[in-house]
């Protein structure tokens, strides 16, 4: 069956980094656009950074220059590198897979088909 599994999360301190994993499988990784999202107590899921299956990417204005996003078809995996951190940064990241590639970070959130369970990023 369809999965997405995220992994990498924790506590970090202000200025520092982590690097966010995303495993799919069940389905063609390579075809699909992943996106990272992010959501904090109490507020909306929000889209954090963008890959399109060809290897184009987008970024929120609040992380540009901070975020990387990358994925590695062979391994079926997504990244997120994230460094530079700031507390306001902390919240819950989730992956999803759009196999449209029509959704965007801000738009579109009913075309993604698969979501992961989530992981945790505390920055203090």
């Known amino acids: 069956h369809v999965q997405l599994v995220e992994s990498g999360g924790g506590s970090v301190q202000t200025g520092g980094s982590l690097k966010l994993a995303c495993v799919g499988s069940?389905?063609?990784?390579?075809?699909?656009?992943m996106v990272w999202f992010r959501q904090a107590p109490g507020q909306e899921r929000v889209g954090v950074a963008r890959i399109h299956r060809h290897g184009s990417t987008t970024y929120a204005h609040s992380v540009q220059g901070r975020f990387t996003i990358s994925r590695d078809n062979a391994k079926n995996t997504l990244y997120l590198q994230m460094d530079s951190l700031k507390p306001e940064d902390s919240a819950v990241y989730y992956c999803a897979a759009d196999p449209s590639c029509l959704a965007g970070l801000d738009y579109g959130l009913g075309l993604y088909e698969y979501w992961g369970q989530g992981t945790q990023v505390t920055v203090s």
């Open positions: 069940g389905f063609i990784f390579s075809t699909y656009c």
